[in-house]
C-alpha cells in the first residue's frame, strides 16, 4: 500500500520526538493545510523528511498512532499507566478535541529509529548553558562482578583451613564438603541470574531482587539484616587480617602494646584506609580491588609453583615430599582427630569459604547492563572458584603427609627397623610424635602448610592479606549500597537520613559513615568468635530468600515471569531454599533461630505497617492464583445451609456518602461474607464513564482506611432502577455472588418526582424477583451525609436531592439550606455503628418466618465486640390465650438454632385496634396519593390511573385496610418497647406487585418505623432457610 507523501517537516517539529500534537491533527483533519498536510513530491523516500519522526514513528502516514518505542515502556508501573508518548485509547477511538491539559505533551529527547533513546533513558535532559553532566561510572561482568565475586569468596579458609581439612576428611570427602557447598551456591547463582534478567534491575542488589520478586515484607527485613551483616563482615575481615599482621608482629618481637589492642589498633586504621577507598569513588575501589585479585593470584600461582619444586630437606621434616601416588593414597580417606573430626563439623567451618556470590549484585547500580553482567560474572566466579578449591586440595594432599615432627634429625635410612607410617618410605621417622600425637608439622597440625609448600612463603601472607583486605572492601562497599537503596524505599522510620546519593554515581556517603562507625565498633570488641555464625547465618538467610523468590515467581505463573536467563529450575530453587535453612542449623542452631526471630519481627512491623508500595511481587500473583482456584474450586461444591453466609450488595452509591449504610453491613460481614457496594452512576455513558475512572480508587481507599473489608463496583446506567438491576444480575463470582440487597430508606418519597418513587419500590420488587433477600435500613437522622461533607468546605450548599437509599450521589436542591444542628446530627449518625452499644438492647421483631434472615443477621452482629454487651430480645406475635405455649415453641425452636438469644416476649396485642389519631395520621400521609375514584370498576380505575400507576384506589385502600391498621399498630408496639434499643430488627412487609401501589407501599413502611430514636433495619429472606438444627 503507499504511503501518504509528506512535506518537511519544520526545525521545531522534526526534532519533537512521540506523536503528533493535537492541534496539529484537529488542523489537518478539519481540513486545514498544516504542517503535516500532503505536499506534491515529498514523502519518505526523499530528503525532506530524513530523519523525521514522522517517519520513523508513523511509517510516514498523517495519524495519531505510533510505532512501538522503548520509552513507552519505560518506568512503567500499575495496568492501565499511560506511557510517554503513546496516545490514550480515548485519543484513538473517541473525537480528537483540543484538551491540553488532558493530553500528555510529545516528547523532546531525540530518538533513533528504532525508537530507543539517544542517551540513557533515565537521564533528564539537559538545561541550555549548563555544563554537561559527568557520566557516572559503570562496570561489566568481569571488573564488575567476576572479580568481585571471587575475592569476596576467595578467604582465610583457602589458605588456612582448607589443608586442615583435607587432612581430616581426606581427599574425597572433602571434593564431596567443595561440592556440595557448591551446589548449594550454584543454585543460588542460577536464581539470582533468573531474577536479575527478569526486567531491569537498578541499585540496591540483593534487597532489590528479594523486595521486588517477594515484596517489602521479605524483602525489607532481608535487606536491613543483610547491609547490617555486610558491616559487621567488614569488621570481621579486617580483624582476619589484623590478627595475621600482629603474628607477624610477635615472630619478630615488635608488638606495638599488647597482642588485644594491636588487633584493635591494626584494625581501624585499616579500615579507616579502605573506607578512603570506597569515598575516592568505585572507579578506585574497583582498582584496589584488582590489585588484589592480582594479589591472590601471584599467590596461587607460587604456591603451584612450590608443589613441583623438589623438596629440601627441611621441607620434607615438615612433612612435604612432592607429588608421591602413595601420599596420595593415604590422604584419599578420612582421618578424624579432635573434637572437630566429623563431617558436618568440617562442613560448617568450610561452607563460609563457598559464600560471597552475592558481591557483584550487590552494586547491581554501578553494572553497564545488571541483566547480562550477574548472571555471567556469578556463575564464572563460582566455577574458577570451585576449580581453585578443588586443586588446592587434591594437590596439597598428594604432597604433604599427615604429621610431621619439623626435626632434621629424624631422617633415617629408608627401611630401617622399628619406623611406622608413609614418611618411611621418603627417609623419615616421625613415629614418635605421632603416636604421642605432638608433631607440630604435617597436614593436620600446621595451619601453614600452603606457605610451607610455596615457593617463596611471603607471597601467601601477601594472599591472605589480599584475600581478607579484599573481602572486607567488598562488603564496605555492599553494605551502603543495599542500605541507600532499603532507605529511599521509607519501609522502616528514622533510616531515610541515609539514603541521600552524593556525586554522578549517587555515593551514599552517610551510609559509609554509617558503615564505618558500626565496623569500627565491632573491631574495639576484637572477640567476634560469638558474632560470626549470626553473620553467616544471616547471609544463608538471604541466599534462602533468594531461592525462594526464584521457585515461588515460578510456580505463580505469572505472565511478569519471563527471565531471559532460562538455565535454571523452580524445583532447584526450592531444594536450594530448603538446603540453606537445614545448612543454618547446621552451622549454630541458635544463630539460626536469632536470625529467623529478627526476619520474623522486621517482617511483622512492615505487614503492621502496610507501606504504599506497589513492585508486582510474586506474593501478589500467588493471592491471584489461590483466590482464582479456590474460587473455581467453591462453584463445584453443592451449598448447604450450614454454610450459609449473608452475601450483600449494598447500594451505597460513593461509599463515603453512607457510612453508616456500609458500617452496618462491614460489622456482620467482617471475615465472614461478601460485602460489595454498587453505585450507579446516571448520565451520558461517555461524560460517566470518565468518572468511574476517576473516583473507582478513591472509593477502594476510602472503603481500606474505614477498615471495611468489602469490594466497590460501579455501573453507568440511564437510570437508577435499569442499574441496580445491572448489578443485581451482574455482581459476584461463581458462588461468592450476593444473596441480599441493602440499601437506605427513601426518607423523602413524598417529595421526589413520582418516576423516583416508582423505581425504588420497583428495585425491591427486582430483588425479590432475583431471589434476594432485602435488608433496609433507616434511622432517623438519615443516612446520607454528603451535605455534611460538602457544608465543610461550602456552607452555602443545599440538601440533597435524593438523601436516601438510591445508589447514587446527591444533588443540591433549591431552597434547601442546610441546618447547622440538623448537620451535626447526621455526623454524629455517620459514626453510630463504629462505637460501643453498652448495655442496650438488639430487639428482634420475628412477626414472619421469612426463612431465619431476620434473626441471623442481629445474631452476627451481637457476636461482634462492639456489640457484645447488649442483650438480644425476640418478639413474635402469638394469641392471648396461647401465650405460655407459644413462648415455649419459640424459645425451643431458638435453642435448636443454638441462638443465644436472652429473652423472648410474645406479643398478644398485635392485632389491637390503633389509636384514632395514629390511623387519622396514616390516612392523612397517603391523602396526597389517592385516586378517589369513588370505588368504579377495575376498568374506569385504569384509565383514571393510566400516567400515575403509583396513584391509590379506593379498592385497594379498602383491601389493604387491615395491613395498613397493623402496620399503624406495630408503631405503637415498638414505640412501647423499643424506645431506648441500641437497634430494632424487624421483618420488612411484602407489596404484592401488580396489587400495591408505590405509594401505599412506602407508607406502610414509613408508619411502621416513624418516630424512633434507634436505627431500624427491616430485614426479609427470600422465604428459604437461612438457619437449620440438623448436623447434615
Not at 512491623?605 to 473455581?632: E, F, H, I, R, T
Amino acid at each position: 500500500m503507499a504511503e501518504l507523501p509528506v512535506p518537511e517537516l519544520p526545525p521545531t517539529l522534526s526534532r519533537c520526538s512521540g506523536r503528533f500534537t493535537i492541534s496539529t491533527l484537529l488542523g489537518m483533519e478539519e481540513g486545514g493545510r498544516g504542517p503535516y498536510a500532503p505536499a506534491e513530491g515529498a514523502g519518505c523516500d526523499g530528503t525532506h523528511l530524513s530523519g523525521s519522526t514522522l517517519c520513523t514513528r508513523t511509517f510516514g502516514y498523517n495519524t495519531v498512532d505510533v510505532v512501538p518505542a522503548y520509552e513507552h515502556y519505560a518506568n512503567s508501573n500499575g495496568v492501565g499507566d499511560g506511557r510517554r508518548g503513546r496516545p490514550s485509547l480515548a485519543d484513538l477511538h473517541s473525537i480528537l478535541k483540543p484538551d491540553t491539559g488532558h493530553l500528555r505533551p510529545p516528547l523532546s529527547e531525540p530518538q533513533r529509529s528504532n525508537g530507543v533513546p539517544e542517551a540513557g533513558p533515565e537521564e533528564a535532559p539537559e538545561e541550555p548553558g549548563r555544563a554537561p553532566t559527568p557520566e557516572p561510572v559503570r562496570f561489566g561482568w568481569v571488573k564488575g562482578v567476576m572479580i568481585r565475586c571471587m575475592l569476596n569468596i576467595w578467604g582465610v579458609i583457602l589458605y588456612l583451613r582448607l589443608p586442615w581439612i583435607t587432612a581430616q576428611a581426606g581427599i574425597a570427602l572433602t571434593w564431596l564438603i567443595i561440592l556440595m557447598s557448591v551446589t548449594v551456591t550454584t543454585i543460588t547463582g542460577l536464581s539470582i541470574s533468573a531474577i536479575s534478567t527478569n526486567g531491569k534491575v537498578k541499585s540496591g542488589g540483593t534487597y532489590f531482587l528479594i523486595s521486588r520478586s517477594l515484596g517489602p515484607e521479605l524483602g525489607g527485613s532481608i535487606g536491613l539484616i543483610f547491609a547490617f551483616a555486610n558491616a559487621v563482615a567488614v569488621a570481621m575481615h579486617t580483624v582476619g587480617f589484623a590478627e595475621t599482621v600482629r603474628d607477624l608482629l610477635q615472630e619478630h618481637n615488635s608488638l606495638i602494646v599488647d597482642p588485644t589492642n594491636d588487633i584493635r589498633i591494626i584494625g581501624v586504621v585499616t579500615v579507616t584506609v579502605l573506607l578512603g577507598i570506597s569515598l575516592a569513588g568505585m572507579e578506585w575501589e574497583a582498582k584496589a580491588q584488582i590489585l588484589f585479585f592480582l594479589v591472590i593470584l601471584v599467590s596461587f600461582i607460587n604456591y603451584l609453583v612450590g608443589t613441583v619444586i623438589p623438596a629440601t630437606a627441611e621441607k620434607q621434616a615438615k612433612g612435604f615430599f612432592s607429588y608421591r601416588a602413595e601420599i596420595f593414597a593415604q590422604n584419599f580417606v578420612p582421618n578424624w582427630r579432635g573434637p572437630e573430626g566429623s563431617f558436618f563439623s568440617l562442613f560448617s567451618i568450610f561452607f563460609p569459604s563457598a559464600t560471597g556470590i552475592l558481591a557483584g549484585a550487590n552494586i547491581s547500580g554501578d553494572l553497564k547492563d545488571p541483566a547480562v553482567a550477574i548472571p555471567k560474572g556469578t556463575l564464572m566466579a563460582i566455577f574458577w572458584t570451585t576449580v581453585s578449591y578443588l586443586v588446592l586440595s587434591a594437590t596439597i594432599g598428594a604432597c604433604v603427609v599427615r604429621d610431621a615432627s619439623g626435626s632434621l634429625n629424624d631422617s633415617v635410612v629408608v627401611g630401617s627397623p622399628g619406623c611406622e607410617g608413609l614418611a618411611c618410605g621418603f627417609g623419615w621417622n616421625f613415629t614418635a610424635c605421632a603416636q604421642h600425637q605432638s608433631c607440630r608439622y604435617g597436614l593436620s597440625n600446621y595451619y601453614q602448610s600452603m606457605s610451607m609448600v610455596s615457593g617463596f612463603g611471603p607471597l601467601i601472607t601477601a594472599g591472605i592479606f589480599g584475600a581478607t583486605l579484599s573481602s572486607a572492601l567488598a562488603c564496605l562497599v555492599s553494605a551502603p549500597k543495599v542500605f541507600q537503596c532499603l532507605c529511599k524505599d521509607q519501609l522502616y522510620p528514622l533510616i531515610g537520613f541515609f539514603g541521600k546519593g552524593y556525586g554522578r554515581n549517587s555515593e551514599p556517603i552517610r551510609g559509609y559513615m554509617l558503615t564505618y562507625v558500626i565496623a569500627v565498633g565491632f573491631i574495639l570488641i576484637a572477640e567476634l568468635n560469638a558474632i560470626a555464625p549470626i553473620i553467616s547465618n544471616f547471609f544463608l538467610c538471604s541466599y534462602a530468600l533468594i531461592n525462594f523468590s526464584c521457585f515461588h515467581a515460578s510456580i505463580t505463573n505469572s505472565p511478569g515471569w519471563r527471565p531471559s536467563f532460562r538455565y535454571y529450575s523452580k524445583w532447584a530453587a526450592l531444594f536450594g531454599a530448603a538446603v540453606s535453612v537445614v545448612i543454618m542449623f547446621l552451622l549454630t542452631w541458635w544463630a539460626a533461630l536469632i536470625a529467623f526471630g529478627i526476619v520474623i519481627f522486621l517482617l511483622g512491623y512492615v505487614l503492621y505497617k502496610k507501606p504504599d508500595v506497589n513492585w508486582g511481587s510474586s506474593m501478589q500473583a500467588s493471592s491471584y492464583n489461590m483466590a482464582l482456584n479456590y474460587s473455581v474450586g467453591l462453584s463445584e461444591v453443592e451449598e448447604h445451609i450450614k454454610n450459609y453466609r449473608p452475601q450483600c450488595l449494598v447500594l451505597t452509591g460513593p461509599p463515603s456518602f453512607r457510612p453508616a449504610l456500609v458500617d452496618f453491613v462491614g460489622t456482620f460481614t467482617k471475615n465472614l461474607s461478601l460485602m460489595l457496594c454498587g453505585n450507579v452512576l446516571i448520565g451520558p455513558q461517555k461524560q460517566k464513564m470518565l468518572e468511574s475512572r476517576l473516583t473507582a480508587d478513591g472509593h477502594i481507599k476510602w472503603l481500606m482506611k474505614r477498615k471495611i473489608k468489602a469490594f466497590y463496583t460501579d455501573v453507568v446506567a440511564e437510570d437508577l432502577r435499569s442499574g441496580v438491576q445491572m448489578l443485581i444480575q451482574a455482581a459476584g463470582l461463581g458462588k461468592m455472588r450476593p444473596n441480599i440487597l441493602a440499601l437506605g430508606y427513601k426518607r423523602n418519597w413524598r417529595t421526589v418526582s413520582p418516576q423516583s418513587l416508582e423505581d425504588y419500590v420497583g428495585i425491591l420488587h427486582d430483588a425479590f424477583d432475583f431471589k434476594y433477600g432485602v435488608c433496609l435500613m433507616r434511622m432517623k437522622e438519615g443516612l446520607n451525609v454528603s451535605r455534611v461533607m460538602q457544608a465543610h468546605v461550602n456552607p452555602t450548599f443545599e440538601a440533597a436531592e435524593h438523601p436516601e437509599g438510591n445508589g447514587t450521589g446527591g444533588r443540591a436542591a433549591p431552597g434547601t439550606a442546610a441546618d447547622p444542628a440538623a448537620l451535626a446530627g447526621e455526623q454524629q449518625a455517620s459514626t453510630i455503628f463504629q462505637n460501643e452499644q453498652g448495655k442496650k438492647t438488639i430487639d428482634i421483631y420475628w412477626l414472619f418466618d421469612d426463612g431465619g434472615l431476620t434473626l441471623l443477621i442481629p445474631y452476627l452482629l451481637g457476636r461482634k465486640k462492639r456489640w457484645a454487651k447488649c442483650k438480644i430480645r425476640v418478639f413474635v406475635g402469638g394469641q392471648i390465650n396461647r401465650m405460655d405455649e407459644e413462648r415455649k415453641a419459640i424459645v425451643s425452636l431458638l435453642s435448636k438454632f443454638r441462638l443465644d438469644f436472652h429473652e423472648v416476649h410474645i406479643l398478644p396485642d398485635i392485632n389491637q385496634k390503633p389509636q384514632p389519631e395514629h390511623i387519622r395520621r396514616f390516612e392523612d400521609l397517603i391523602a396526597p396519593f389517592r385516586l378517589n375514584d369513588g370505588f368504579k370498576d377495575e376498568a374506569t380505575v385504569n384509565e383514571m390511573r393510566q400516567g400515575c400507576p403509583w396513584k391509590i384506589s379506593d379498592e385497594e385502600v379498602n383491601k389493604n385496610r387491615a395491613k395498613s391498621l397493623r402496620q399503624v399498630r406495630l408503631n405503637e408496639i415498638l414505640l412501647d418497647y423499643s424506645r431506648d434499643a441500641a437497634l430494632i430488627a424487624i421483618t420488612l412487609p411484602i407489596g404484592r406487585k401488580g396489587r400495591c401501589p408505590s405509594s401505599l407501599y412506602m407508607a406502610w413502611l414509613e408508619t411502621l418505623s416513624q418516630d424512633l430514636r434507634p436505627p431500624v433495619i427491616l430485614t426479609r429472606g427470600n422465604q428459604e432457610n437461612v438457619l437449620t438444627f440438623y448436623c447434615q
